[in-house]
């Protein structure tokens, strides 16, 4: 269809000053009646929905999750933990056959205290289940580097500060309850066991939250 020469699209193109001074007219007025009935969209509410980044650090709010998983980047350790209720030796060395685990008496994520993980390490040539090479590596660890264990939500990051290798007959690890901290230890065999151990130190460092799907 052809519009006609006289049409209202061509005075439009023709007089642009004309429609731009009665667009933003229109527009200024339907702002105003829109801002005296309060229909006008809140700014705050948008910022509100925002979800939170996966790098963003967490406040501290006071929150205690139990631990999930321990990762290492920098001597590939991934590893699942187990969260045993009962400080018996036949509960804690069947929670070790498929991971690590947070010895129930320490402190959970987020709570004052230390947080106290074991994993079994071996040293054979052929091992069948892989959680009895768990910590294999962790006294490769240098200080300073990051250690993350997470819960279902966030990451709980600790910077190593000492690896040692602990005396066989050594029955005692420390577990200060001021502060945050992180303690790993290899098992040979079973938790019992009063074999040498090695011990990683490490500080917190912060809480992030954890990227939404």
Same mark, same amino acid.
């Given at each position: ?29 339907? !702002? ?40 290492? %980047? ?22 070790? =056959?498929?991971?690590?685990?947070? !010895? ?11 947080? =106290? ?40 990051? !600790? ?5 040692? =290798? ?22 040979? =065999?079973?938790?019992? %066991? %009063? ?12 809480? !992030? ?5």
């Amino acid at each position: 269809m052809q519009t006609r020469k006289g049409g209202i699209i061509p005075r439009i193109l023709n007089q642009p000053k004309s429609f731009s001074a009665t667009f933003v007219g229109i527009f200024l007025l339907s !702002y105003a009646f829109l801002w005296g009935v309060g229909a006008t969209p809140d700014p705050t509410a948008a910022v509100a929905q925002t979800p939170a980044a996966s790098q963003q650090e967490l406040s501290q709010s006071g929150a205690q999750e139990a631990p999930v998983r321990v990762v290492a %980047k920098n001597i590939g350790l991934d590893v699942a933990i187990n969260n045993p209720t009962s400080t018996d030796i036949e509960v804690l060395d069947q929670a070790l =056959l498929s991971g690590a685990v947070r !010895y129930p008496t320490s402190a959970l994520l987020g709570e004052e205290g230390t947080v =106290l993980l074991f994993g079994h390490s071996s040293n054979l040539p052929v091992v069948y289940n892989q959680a009895y090479k768990a910590f294999n590596s962790i006294q490769n660890l240098k200080s300073g580097q990051m250690v993350s264990v997470y819960s279902g939500s966030a990451e709980y990051r !600790y910077s190593v500060v000492g690896v040692k =290798l602990a005396d066989a007959d050594e029955d005692v690890i420390e577990m200060p309850k001021d502060g945050k901290r992180l303690v790993l230890v290899t098992c040979d =065999l079973s938790f019992a %066991k %009063k074999t040498a151990r090695f011990v990683v130190t490490a500080e917190f460092v912060g809480t !992030y939250a954890l990227a939404s799907n």
